[in-house]
Every structure is written in C-alpha cells, then in structure tokens.
C-alpha cells in the first residue's frame, strides 16, 4: 500500500547491461520487490517515480539495459526488499553494476525549523553475473575515487603504483574467494554488496 507521511524519500539509481537473450516480463519480474513496496499491482503502476522528471525504472530493449532513477516514499524497511532485488538483478545481468540507493529523510526537510543532522543514508550495491564481475565494478569505483583525491596533490602519470596495489588487493580478494568455494566454481553474483553507509552530509537531490 501507498505509504502516506514515510519518513524517507528513497531514491534508486543505476545502470545494468543485460543479456541479450532477456525480455521485458524478465525484467519485469526482477525488480518485482521494487513496485510492490511502492504498492503497485503491475510493473507498469509501480515503474513511474514520485518526481515527474526521473524516468523511474525503464527496460531500453534497444540496449537491452534496465535504466533506474526511481524515488519512493518509504521507511528502513525498504533495505529488506534489497537482496531480492539484486539476486533477481545477478540473474540477468550481462556485465558487472553499481546501484546507488540513497535515503533521503523527508521529516527534515519538511521542518523548516531542523536543528542538528538529518537521517540521511546512503547504500551503494553491486550486481552482475558472477563475483568477479562484482568486483570489477567495486575497483573501478574505488581507483576513480583515489585517483580523484590524490590527484589533487600528485600528477595522474604517478598514481600507477598506486592502481597495481588497489589491483593486488581486490586480486587477494578473489582469490581467497574462489578457494573457498566447492570445486573452486563461483556462484552467480552475490546479491546485495553493499558499502557506504552514512553520506557525512546531505546529498544533492534529482540531479541526474
């Protein structure tokens, strides 16, 4: 059902490639637990986002990529639909993605009057077709983010060796990942990896 006076706005963000051989009632069903907590009976009643400007949630066949910019009114009880998701999202993914959920704490903004901190939050999850397609995604989000910060005191040319150490540690990662497993076969992508909670300030609104 509709959730009137939610004290979040939680807002979806992502790109995922898909397989070639999907099609939309896949896709449809994969992010299910998405238009259900928004109340929906249908993809089609529950695809459109609160804000007229975001797309919500679209299936672009031509691509086949599943577009998301979608906002939600809801509670902490949302992070609960978000294993489904992203298991269902592993199942049909071509190529490792991140997908950033950010919640926004609606009470504050409506209290004019706010004092101290809101209760902002911020998840950002991974999906894709395997771990290592995983985790492809996780080191290239984290080389971006330190070579954006130490190139303000280093030129780019320098931070090679910096890269090849992020490289080695995701590389032990896997590593002790595959050995873990029966017959050294990864799984499909783990649903749900997750990283980033508590933003340390307010994150801009809509501007995608």
């Given at each position: 059902?509709?959730?009137?006076?939610?004290?979040?706005?939680?807002?979806?963000?992502?790109?995922?490639?898909?397989?070639?051989?999907?099609?939309?009632?896949?896709?449809?069903?994969?992010?299910?637990?998405?238009?259900?907590?928004?109340?929906?009976?249908?993809?089609?009643?529950?695809?459109?986002?609160?804000?007229?400007?975001?797309?919500?949630?679209?299936?672009?066949?031509?691509?086949?990529?599943?577009?998301?910019?979608?906002?939600?009114?809801?509670?902490?009880?949302?992070?609960?639909?978000?294993?489904?998701?992203?298991?269902n999202l592993n199942e049909i993914a071509q190529a490792g993605a991140a997908i950033?959920?950010?919640?926004?704490?609606?009470?504050?903004?409506?209290?004019?009057?706010?004092?101290?901190?809101?209760?902002?939050?911020?998840?950002?999850?991974?999906?894709?077709?395997?771990?290592?397609?995983?985790?492809?995604?996780?080191?290239?989000?984290?080389?971006?983010?330190?070579?954006?910060?130490?190139?303000?005191?280093?030129?780019?040319?320098?931070?090679?060796?910096?890269?090849?150490?992020?490289?080695?540690?995701f590389a032990k990662r896997f590593d002790a990942l595959v050995s873990s497993l029966?017959?050294?076969?990864?799984?499909?992508?783990?649903?749900?990896?997750?990283?980033?909670?508590?933003?340390?300030?307010?994150?801009?609104?809509?501007?995608h």
């Amino acid at each position: 059902m509709p959730r009137n006076n939610a004290p979040f706005e939680i807002h979806v963000h992502g790109q995922i490639a898909l397989l070639p051989e999907v099609r939309a009632k896949q896709v449809e069903d994969a992010v299910k637990p998405l238009w259900k907590y928004a109340g929906a009976r249908s993809f089609a009643a529950g695809a459109g986002s609160v804000y007229e400007d975001e797309p919500g949630m679209v299936f672009e066949t031509r691509d086949q990529v599943l577009q998301l910019c979608w906002t939600v009114p809801g509670d902490d009880d949302f992070r609960q639909v978000l294993d489904e998701f992203c298991m269902n999202l592993n199942e049909i993914a071509q190529a490792g993605a991140a997908i950033e959920v950010t919640f926004y704490d609606a009470e504050f903004d409506a209290d004019e009057d706010s004092e101290g901190e809101s209760r902002d939050d911020f998840v950002m999850l991974f999906v894709g077709p395997n771990p290592q397609a995983i985790m492809q995604v996780q080191r290239d989000l984290l080389v971006n983010d330190v070579v954006q910060l130490m190139e303000r005191h280093f030129d780019g040319a320098e931070l090679g060796d910096v890269v090849a150490e992020v490289d080695k540690l995701f590389a032990k990662r896997f590593d002790a990942l595959v050995s873990s497993l029966d017959l050294g076969k990864p799984p499909r992508g783990s649903g749900g990896f997750g990283s980033g909670h508590g933003s340390g300030g307010r994150k801009p609104r809509h501007l995608h």
